[in-house]
Structures are given as structure tokens and as C-alpha cells.
């Protein structure tokens, strides 16, 4: 006890007897000393008593001290008036440290999530639906405003809005970017919580709490440790603490929602990184001609980064076809050989459509193929190269012509020799006048004779059309998926938990799971039946009885 006196308003500091210090219950030692009126030095006062209480009786003879101080100057704040006092400006710093907690309680709300999630599959189908990476006269074209589509959709949402590059565009990026700040924050408030609390052991010590599981059960002449047996040989970890077991399996299916979400990001940030870090670019090669790799791709994001494998020369050693029996053209092949600077050969292929060529990085793809040019011999003279051109019909067929001209070159009406082709198997022939004059495969060396002229087809040289590209994200994005099946998978395990106490002989049995709520009764019901029974001259053995 501390009392503070003023010796302002207290001028005789000799504090005369009361009948506190006569009273019989008390007995006191009361020695003042002098105090002047203008110190500030505290006054010190000791009191030694005994009292006589109904508590005090038991602890007779005990002796309780308390000091009284004396001052004259302003009694100081205690350590705890002191923090409880509130700072300037304390309203607005626990805000700013709140903050956090509400961003995330914001981000982690599962609505949002799902909104974010069909934002994001929107996107997508739109940039399906809109040709994507075409020159800007194109979409000119194809969404003019004097004929908007939908009433209100033109070449300047296109461009404005970066749909013409759908996956690398700011918005979908951004829509990205905050879906996985969503599931990061539902991992982090939801998910790793879940994780710690399904860690943790926790042993029931009441009847009445076991019974209030999903799942209980009584089992009379029984143990506890009989129990933890069963359960061990059924893939349960089981812990003994006293009377008390605790037992669970299937942990694995609690950190299955954390994997899921991970898995989710490795797909979003492979993706990302597949649309800002990549190279793309396309090519037509004739048989026997050469092109540069770096002269054909171009970036396709702010993160796309040359490398060396740009410096190789490729050289188009052949390409051919080969066809169905009734002629249509199956698939075509052609032959690669990659040069380094040096001029040395590091890798030959044939690929074809569904077996590209990767080297360091780069990987090319069959996607197309042309005609190039039909090498001829005209009255044995040559060869000549005729350069073919693809002619425009209806339906998906492909049409290449060309012509030979005939009689005099310099005249306004020239006139001559058409041939055309579908494929590179055969070439129709067509005299000066439109009229059919015959069919040659090349290499077949039979010549046909038009209008005076005699003509062998000795080749047809096809061009290859060829896709090339560099996609650092792609290894991610399978990982993703990998790891999204896979957690997926497992997710779908019974996180399932036990608990038991020993109440003398009887054994008191609970349990839940967090899934297969029909199974799991069946399951508790096969493993309790396998717990064996007490014999009479072991039940003396037990322990006393533990009330619930």
C-alpha cells in the first residue's frame, strides 16, 4: 500500500495518533521523522503490523511491511499508466498496421477469386475469337467503324486495349497478376493455418468431448493401447499420452489445397513468362536455300532475350511429300542441316508435322509447304526454272500455275505454254489457245510435244514452310500441370483424426474426417471390431476409473 501526502496542505508534518494504530486488531510501530516544507526529498515511513483475520489466524506470527511515501512534488506515472497512456497519432498507426491484415482479408475473399478466375477465361475466349498479331490495316478491315460489331466494337478497342496481343497485354497481365496475389493470400490466411492446426496433438481428456465427434463408439473391456495397435496396422500415426490417444492419417490431403494453389501459380507464371519472354517468326524456304534463325524470329514481350543459338544458319537440304492413294497429300518432310558460325554442321534432322527440331532453345516446326519452282527442259535445251505461282480458288485447295512463253517475247500479245499443279506429283499441261494438252510427273524424262515445242519436266522444287520459336515458359507450365494433377489427386485423401480415453475398463472412441463422411463410420466400425476383449484376470489390471 502507497499513500502520498501533500505537505502543502499538511503543515504539521508530526501526524498525531488515530485510532486506526489503537485498534486491537492492529499493532503498530509509527516513527515520523521531520520534514521541511519547501524539500522535495520523499519521506519515508515503514509500518509493521499484525492482522488479526480469520485468513490471518493460519499464518500467525507472519509480519506484512508497507511503505509510505511523503512528498511534496507531483506523484510520478507508473510503468503501467504509462503505456497505457495513448501516443499522438496512435489511431492512425494501428490502421497502418492493420492494413495488411485487411488487404489480405480482401484478396483472400473467395468470390473475388472466382470473379478474377472467369475474367481471366473471358480474356482468353477473346483473344481466340480476334485474330491475334496481324498487321493494323487488318483490323481496319475487319472492324471498321462505319459497321461496328455489336453496335460498338471497333479497330480502336483492338488496339487500344492491346486485344490484337491478347496474353502479353497490360490488362490480361494485371488480371494475372492479381489472381495469384489471391491465392497467395488464401494459402497464407487459410490454407497454412488449416496445415498447423491438423499438425498439432491434441488429446481430448473429456468423455463428453469424444462423444460429440462425428463418429464415437463405447467399447467395454477394452484398452486404450489395444486400440493404438489397430490403428497402427491401419496406416494411423498414433500418439499415448496417460489414458488419452490421439490418432490421424491422410495429412498429406490437408497440404493438397497448398500444392493446388502453387501448382496454379507455376501455370500463371509460366504462361506469363511464355508471353513476354518468347521469340516467333515464320519462313518459306526453297529446296536448296539457306536462312539465318535470328533473321526470322522477333520478340514478343519486354522480357524476350536473344541467345546464341540465333546465330545459326540453317540449309534446306530437300523437301518432300507423300501422298494417300487416291493422291491427296499426307504429310510432308524436309531436310535440315544447322551450321554454326564456323560453317560446321552441329545438327541434321528430317522433321515433319508433329516432329519438330529443337536446338539450344529454339524450335522449329513443319507447319506448311509451297511450290517454288518447276525445272524444265524446253527442245532440249536447259534446264529452266520456272517460278510457280499460287493461284486463288475456291475451297482450301491449292492451285500453283506458271508459263512458258512461246514465238516472239517482244510482243504486246504474247502467248505460250500454262502449265499447272496441286502437289508436286503431277504437272497438267495447256497449249496457247486454254486447251488440255497432256499430264507429266517430274523425273518421269517422257517429253510431251505442244504447239511445236518440245517439253521434259525434269523437277519440281517445293518450298517448306517452317515455324520458329523460343518459349522459356513452357518447362514451368508443364510443371504446373504435372504438379496440378498430381495434388489434385491427392487432395482428394481423408484427412482423418481419432481420439480415445481409458474410463477403467471402457474404452471411449471418437473420430471425424474432413471427407468420405459415409465411409468413415464403416471403416471405425471394421477397426473397433478388431480391438480385442479384456479378459476376466486382466481386468484387475486396469486403471481406476477416469471420470469424463
Known amino acids: 500500500m502507497e499513500t502520498l501526502l501533500n505537505p502543502s496542505k499538511t503543515p504539521n508534518l508530526f501526524v498525531p495518533r488515530t485510532h486506526l494504530f489503537k485498534s486491537s486488531l492492529l499493532h503498530s510501530t509509527f516513527n515520523p521523522q521531520p520534514h521541511t516544507l519547501f524539500s522535495t526529498r520523499a519521506l519515508s515511513v515503514t509500518i509493521t503490523c499484525k492482522v488479526k483475520t480469520s485468513q490471518g489466524r493460519k499464518n500467525d506470527g507472519k509480519n506484512i511491511s508497507k511503505k509510505i511515501l511523503l512528498s511534496d512534488s507531483a506523484p510520478e506515472l507508473s510503468n503501467e499508466e504509462v503505456k497505457a497512456k495513448p501516443k499522438s497519432g496512435g489511431g492512425a498507426w494501428g490502421l497502418v498496421r492493420k492494413l495488411p491484415k485487411r488487404v489480405l482479408a480482401v484478396l483472400s475473399n473467395l468470390p473475388l ?11 482468353m475466349a477473346l483473344g481466340t475469337a480476334i485474330e491475334q498479331g496481324e498487321a493494323p490495316e487488318f483490323y481496319f ?16 478497342w483492338v488496339l487500344t486495349l492491346g486485344l490484337d496481343h491478347m496474353f502479353s497485354s497490360p490488362i490480361f497481365l494485371g488480371t494475372l497478376v492479381l489472381l495469384g496475389t489471391s491465392l497467395m493470400a488464401c494459402t497464407y490466411t487459410t490454407q497454412i493455418p488449416l496445415v498447423k492446426v491438423a499438425r498439432r496433438w491434441s488429446f481430448l481428456q473429456s468423455a463428453d468431448a469424444i462423444r460429440k465427434q462425428e463418429f464415437s463408439d463405447t467399447l467395454p473391456r477394452a484398452s486404450v493401447k489395444d486400440l493404438g495397435v489397430v490403428l497402427m496396422g491401419a496406416g494411423y500415426e498414433v500418439f499415448l499420452k496417460g489414458s488419452s490417444l490421439y490418432a490421424f ?17 507455376l501455370i500463371m507464371a509460366g504462361g506469363t513468362l511464355s508471353a513476354t519472354g518468347s521469340f516467333r517468326g515464320s519462313v518459306t524456304v526453297p529446296q536448296g536455300l539457306n536462312f539465318v534463325m535470328g533473321d526470322v524470329l522477333g520478340p514478343t514481350g519486354f522480357l524476350s532475350t536473344p541467345t546464341e543459338a540465333f546465330n545459326t544458319e540453317v540449309h534446306v537440304n530437300r523437301f518432300y511429300m507423300d501422298y494417300y492413294d487416291s493422291g491427296e497429300v499426307s504429310q510432308f518432310h524436309t531436310d535440315l542441316s544447322l551450321f554454326d558460325l564456323n560453317g560446321k554442321e552441329v545438327m541434321r534432322k528430317t522433321l515433319s508435322v508433329n516432329d519438330p527440331l529443337r536446338y539450344g532453345g529454339i524450335t522449329i516446326y513443319q507447319t506448311d509447304w509451297s511450290f517454288s519452282a ?7 535445251e536447259g534446264p529452266f526454272n520456272l517460278a510457280m505461282a499460287p493461284l486463288k480458288v475456291n475451297g482450301d485447295k491449292k492451285l500453283f500455275g506458271t508459263f512458258l512463253p512461246v514465238g516472239d517475247t517482244d510482243s504486246p500479245n504474247i502467248k505460250g505454254i500454262s502449265m499447272l499443279a496441286r502437289d508436286l506429283q503431277s504437272i497438267f499441261l495447256y497449249d496457247q489457245q486454254g486447251k488440255f494438252s497432256g499430264v507429266r510427273r517430274p523425273n518421269s524424262k517422257l517429253p510431251i510435244e505442244i504447239d511445236g515445242t518440245k517439253i521434259i519436266i525434269v523437277d519440281a522444287i517445293g518450298s517448306s514452310g517452317l515455324d520458329l520459336k523460343t518459349d522459356p515458359g513452357v518447362p514451368t507450365v508443364y510443371a504446373g500441370f504435372g504438379a496440378l494433377m498430381l495434388t ?29 463422411k459415409a465411409e468413415f ?5 471394421c477397426l473397433l471390431d478388431r480391438v480385442p476383449e479384456i479378459v476376466e484376470s486382466s481386468i484387475s489390471k486396469q486403471p481406476d476409473s477416469i471420470g469424463g
Not at 477469386?113 to 480474356?123: C, D, P, R, S, Y
Not at 492419417?249 to 496454379?264: D, N, S
Not at 463410420?521 to 466400425?525: A, G, L, R, T, Y
Open 141 to 156: 478491315q475487319k472492324y471498321p467503324e462505319e459497321n461496328p460489331v455489336l453496335g460498338f466494337f471497333t479497330w480502336r
Open 488 to 516: 489434385t489427386c491427392i487432395s482428394y485423401l481423408s484427412h482423418a483424426q481419432i481420439w480415445a480415453l481409458q474410463d477403467g475398463t471402457t474404452v471411449i472412441v471418437g473420430g471425424k474426417s474432413n471427407r468420405a
Open 113 to 123: 477469386a472466382i470473379g478474377e478466375m472467369f475474367t481471366v477465361a473471358g480474356l
Open 374 to 380: 518447276l525445272q524444265i527442259l524446253k527442245d532440249d
Open 521 to 525: 463410420p464403416e471403416e471405425m466400425n
Open 249 to 265: 492419417k491422410g495429412l498429406a490431403g490437408r497440404f493438397a489445397p497448398i500444392g493446388v494453389h502453387l501448382a496454379m501459380l
